[in-house]
């Protein structure tokens, strides 16, 4: 039989459609990468011996791994469509049950990380009993559990910093080094690509973002609406232990209040990451670069001379900012929280 083609293609042509590249589509995911580069630019370009300097990039790598975990934390609850306030009081009790257990009671290190990471998981059970059987938004259970929690880390360390935790965690945190850089960035790289390939490559993960896109329609696809926003609620628990545990070893100790200020910086790399790599939903990669372009900014600031308010304005303005172009990126559909 003779072979049928379209006369005006000429021969060997592929007759179906080409894709073409969309420009739009690539400068929107990796508009804040390239803005993360040029922010680095200007501040190397201004103080190139201090700004540049092996030190400042190593400590900044190694120093914001925490804001990287938390913020991992923080995302699988967004993606399911409930907000967790209560991570950064997580993390502060994470590192507190450590210290009172390993500093001050002499448990073995890997038994009060044990404890800490338990308590993460039980955070995360007791948020979603109150939001998913009451139905009271996630929002205020977090909020209030949260500000629970403070009051227990306030009672246990009798407000005071404890220090003495065993050097092992502290080694394997920031004083161990891989080309240079503490190691516990790659603990939070190798969590954003698990997460990746979670979200990605996996049923679980397309499920939970099936569930953020609209729960209802989820349901009704059959699948288990309360049962993936209770895993995310324990995973965001766990994940925030973690992130406990890595800020004691950061820092050597436990202090009941510093860490509650990773909330606002958390959020605001959230929804910030929300705009870049994977725009229009929390992803890991975009949460990554978008915690160390506010991360550049701050430090670039702070060298330049400026005052330490900054770090303030930066956060707050990122947060909203970061909430605008994120519903931009949405197209300003309306996104279900509660």
Do not use: K
């Amino acid at each position: 039989m003779s072979e049928v083609r379209d006369m005006d293609a000429p021969a060997g042509a592929n007759p179906g459609p080409r894709r073409r590249f969309n420009w739009v589509r690539f400068l929107e995911a990796y508009a804040l990468l390239a803005a993360l580069l040029l922010l680095g630019a200007i501040f190397g370009a201004l103080r190139p011996e201090a700004f540049l300097s092996w030190a400042n990039i190593s400590t900044m790598l190694g120093s914001q791994a925490v804001l990287v975990v938390l913020t991992m934390a923080l995302i699988i609850p967004l993606t399911a469509g409930d907000f967790d306030l209560s991570v950064a009081s997580m993390l502060t009790l994470a590192a507190m049950i450590l210290a009172v257990l390993n500093a001050q009671m002499g448990v073995s290190l890997w038994l009060a990380i044990l404890a800490a990471v338990a308590a993460g998981f039980v955070t995360g059970v007791i948020n979603a009993f109150f939001i998913l059987y009451f139905r009271i938004p996630s929002l205020i259970v977090t909020l209030g559990t949260g500000t629970f929690i403070n009051g227990i880390v306030l009672w246990m360390s009798g407000s005071m910093t404890i220090s003495g935790l065993d050097d092992a965690l502290t080694d394997f945190v920031v004083v161990r080094r891989l080309f240079g850089v503490p190691l516990a960035f790659y603990y939070a790289l190798a969590l954003c690509a698990v997460l990746w390939y979670f979200f990605e490559y996996t049923t679980p993960g397309r499920r939970l973002l099936f569930v953020g896109r609209g729960r209802e329609v989820a349901r009704l696809s059959g699948i288990r609406v309360d049962r993936v926003r209770l895993l995310c609620l324990i995973a965001s628990g766990v994940l925030s232990a973690g992130a406990g545990i890595m800020y004691a070893g950061t820092i050597g100790a436990a202090d009941p209040l510093s860490g509650l200020t990773f909330l606002l910086p958390g959020f605001a790399a959230a929804f910030l990451g929300a705009t870049s790599i994977s725009p229009g939903r929390f992803n890991a990669w975009g949460s990554l670069v978008a915690v160390y372009f506010l991360v550049i900014g701050i430090t670039g600031l702070t060298i330049l001379g400026i005052q330490t308010f900054v770090q303030n304005l930066f956060y707050g303005g990122g947060l909203v900012l970061a909430v605008a172009l994120s519903q931009l990126v949405r197209h300003r559909e309306a996104q279900e929280f509660s």
